[in-house]
C-alpha cells in the first residue's frame, strides 16, 4: 500500500477518545496494520515492541497515553487518580529509557495534572486538558519537523548524495520527520537527492522503513548494509549524512541508533559533514554529557534469529545487543533544531536555543 509521509499517522486519538490508534511499525513494510491500544499494558509493550518508534512519535503517543489512562482514572478521588497517574507514567518510562522524548512528554503531562490539582478542578477536568495537552504535543511535533525539515534543506543541493541512519521520517515522528526531512520537502520542491539508507541492523529501521517511506515519496533510495559507508564515502558517493537523535545532552553530545557513531567517525575522515537533526524536545539539559545516556539493551534474539530462517551463529555463542550508541559532538558539523541551526560551541548554542523551552513538573 502507498502510504506517504503525507497521510502516514503513525499515532492518533480514536474519535471515542477511549484509545490510541497506532500504525504497527513492526509489521512495515510488508503489511499496513493499525491497532487500538486502551490499556496500560497495551501502551507499555507498544513501545517496548517497537510497533510505536521514533523518539518524537513516542513522545506523542505517550501524552495521549497520560490523557486515555486518566480519563479511566475519573471515579477516583484527586488523591487517588494523582497516584494512579504518577505510577502509570513512571512504568510507561520504563519501557525504553534512551529517547527522552518519553519521559519529556510524561513529566509534561504530569505538570499539567499538577496544576489542575493547585486549581482544585476534578480529575474529570484535568483529563479535559490532559487531552488538549496531548493534542498540542501532536501538534507541535508536525510544526517542529515543519521547521527542521526547511533548515536542514538549506543546506543541501540539488544532486546531493546524503547517507542516512535508521529511519528519523515520518514514522518516526508525526509528519516529515527529522533526519529525513530536508530529502522529503527538497523531493516536493523538484531537488533530486541519491539517498543511500543503512539497513540498520539488528532491527532493520533503514531498510523496512526509511526505504518504505522514500520510495513512497518518489526519492531515489538505495539500501545498504551497515558495513558500506566508508567505501561510499570513499567514491564521493557521500555530501552529507543525516541522522535523527533520541537525546542530545547539554554540551551536544547525541544519542541515536546504534551504528550512528561510527558512521560520524567515518565522515570526519572523508571531510564529509555530518548533521543531526531533531526538535528541543530531544535536548536533555538535565543530562551535561553523553556518558551520562542510559543505552537501552535489547533482546539477544534479535541479532540471533530474528530474521533467519534458522540460527545463523553456532549454538552457546553469545549476542550483545545496545540499541543506541552516543555520537561525541566534536564529530557534528551542526545539530539542526526547530530553534535554530546550532553550530559549535554546543554548550553555549544549546542553552542559547533552548531558554524559556522547559516545560512540565519542575
Ligand atoms: O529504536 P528506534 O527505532 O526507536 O530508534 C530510532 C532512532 O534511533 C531514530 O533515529 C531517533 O529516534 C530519531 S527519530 C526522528
Redesign the pocket.
Known amino acids: 500500500m502507498a502510504l506517504t509521509y503525507k497521510d502516514t499517522d503513525p499515532v492518533r486519538l480514536s474519535e471515542d477518545r477511549k484509545s490510541i490508534i497506532i500504525l504497527d511499525q513492526t509489521k512495515l513494510p510488508g503489511e499496513v496494520v493499525y491497532q487500538s491500544i486502551d490499556t496500560l499494558d497495551g501502551m507499555y509493550d507498544a513501545i517496548k515492541t ?1 510497533a510505536v ?6 513522545g506523542v503517543f505517550a501524552g495521549y497515553c497520560m490523557a486515555v489512562l486518566a480519563s479511566g482514572y475519573c471515579g477516583l478521588d484527586t488523591e487517588d487518580f494523582v497516584k494512579k497517574l504518577e505510577a502509570d507514567g513512571e512504568y510507561l518510562n520504563s519501557s ?1 529509557p534512551t ?1 527522552v522524548n518519553l519521559s519529556w512528554a510524561v513529566k509534561r503531562q504530569l505538570g499539567i495534572m499538577d496544576s489542575g490539582m493547585k486549581s482544585g478542578i476534578s480529575p474529570e477536568r484535568i483529563t479535559d486538558r490532559l487531552f488538549d495537552e496531548a493534542a498540542a504535543i501532536h501538534e507541535e511535533d508536525i510544526r517542529m519537523c515543519m521547521k527542521i525539515a526547511e533548515q536542514g534543506l538549506s543546506l543541501l543541493k540539488d544532486g546531493d548524495g546524503l547517507l542516512t ?5 515520518a514514522l ?2 508525526t509528519r516529515y ?3 529525513l526531512g530536508p530529502i522529503l520537502l527538497g523531493r516536493e520542491r523538484g531537488y533530486n537527492f541519491h539517498v543511500y539508507s543503512d539497513e540498520t541492523r539488528p ?1 532493520l ?1 533503514g531498510a523496512r522503513l526509511t526505504a518504505f517511506e522514500l520510495v513512497n515519496a518518489g526519492v531515489d533510495e538505495t539500501v545498504v548494509c551497515d558495513n558500506m559507508a566508508s567505501l561510499l564515502m570513499k567514491q564521493g558517493k557521500i555530501q552529507a549524512v543525516l ?4 537525546r542530545i545532552a547539554a554540551n551536544g553530545d547525541a544519542a ?2 546504534i551504528g ?1 557513531s561510527g558512521v560520524a567517525i567515518i565522515a570526519r575522515y572523508y571531510g564529509i559533514p555530518f548533521y543531526v ?2 526538535p528541543y524536545s ?1 535536548i536533555d539539559l538535565d543530562t551535561p554529557k553523553g556518558d551520562d545516556i542510559v543505552i537501552e539493551t535489547r533482546d539477544p534474539e534479535e541479532i540471533g534469529s530474528l530474521w533467519y530462517e534458522k540460527p545463523m551463529a553456532p549454538r552457546g555463542a553469545k549476542f550483545y545487543n545496545p ?2 550508541d552516543v555520537t561525541d559532538h566534536s564529530l557534528i558539523t551542526a545539530i539542526i533544531t526547530d530553534r535554530g541551526i546550532l553550530r559549535p560551541p554546543y554548550d553555549k548554542a544549546i542553552a542559547g536555543a533552548m531558554i524559556g523551552k522547559k516545560r512540565g513538573r519542575k
Not at 53 to 58: D, E, K, L, S, Y
Open positions: 517497537l518508534r521514533g523518539a518524537p512519535c513516542i525504553r529517547a541512519h535508521c529511519n528519523a521520517g518516526a515522528t520527520g527529522t533526519g532491527l529501521q541522522v535523527g537523535c533520541d541515536n541508533k550512528t537533526l531533531g530531544t540499541a543506541f
